[in-house]
């Protein structure tokens, strides 16, 4: 079982490369299995054209390493605050892909502008704003994770509905109910940014109605989805 999360790690890793959301080591996927409470994420620092699957890092929730020599990335603590916090997601895509990785240094929430959009998101991916110097010096991951949780939890955001969030000055995190998700919401993410960034440069006061966004978003996801084949 663990081998097998450590294969799908790895594969997801490897395919956030393909997609072109990360160059150098700009990036980290990891999956949980959450009967057994243990993590699967890529070791800190090693080259994408080096890795293996053997190398995914097993870690259990509090951050201790179950059978690696290698170091766990250093988001490690921010991945596992958001498996705590949000309980339905089994897998995490975290990348300083370029265009969301800009609305993020903007410290700007991607709007929902068009159906593209509200097929992945039920709104605006929201950018939170940067952590204090306290919470930095106490404990930056851990504070990184613990923030963006909060901020869905005292903003009442369904993480399954917007399952992304940018952090200001940083990049952007991405999650689904399975690894395989959290990629396809990672690359949405990204295309999503980028049409935003244009669509506003032609129409600064570009808008969307909330109305037509809710049907797009739910005739894909929950109880009466219709779009797709019945499995």
Not at 127 to 132: A, E, Q, R
Not at 181 to 197: I, P
Request: proline share 5%.
């Amino acid at each position: 079982m663990l081998e097998n999360l450590k294969k799908e790690a790895f594969e997801i890793n490897m395919a956030i490369v393909q997609h072109k959301l990360v160059v150098l080591t700009w990036g980290n996927a990891s999956a949980i299995d959450r009967a057994s409470g243990i993590m699967a994420i890529k070791p800190s620092g090693v080259a994408y054209d080096t890795l293996t699957w053997q190398d995914m890092v097993l870690v259990d929730l509090e951050g201790k390493v179950i059978d690696s020599k290698l170091k766990p990335s250093s988001d490690t603590l921010t991945h596992l605050e958001i498996y705590k916090g949000f309980s339905d997601v089994c897998g995490i895509v975290h990348t300083h892909s370029p265009w969301a990785t800009a609305w993020a240094q903007a410290g700007k929430s991607i709007p929902a502008l068009g159906t593209t959009h509200a097929d992945h998101f039920s709104g605006d991916v929201p950018c939170l704003p940067p952590l204090t110097k306290v919470q930095v010096d106490e404990g930056y991951e851990k504070a990184t994770g613990s923030t963006l949780v909060d901020y869905f939890l005292t903003n009442k955001i369904n993480p399954l509905h917007i399952p992304a969030c940018l952090l200001s000055g940083h990049a952007s995190f991405v999650w689904g109910k399975t690894i395989f998700k959290a990629l396809e919401n990672a690359v949405a993410l990204e295309s999503c940014a980028e049409m935003a960034y244009h669509t506003l440069m032609l129409n600064p006061s570009a808008n969307f109605p909330d109305y037509i966004l809710n049907k797009h978003f739910t005739r894909k996801h929950g109880k009466d989805a219709y779009y797709g084949q019945n499995k």
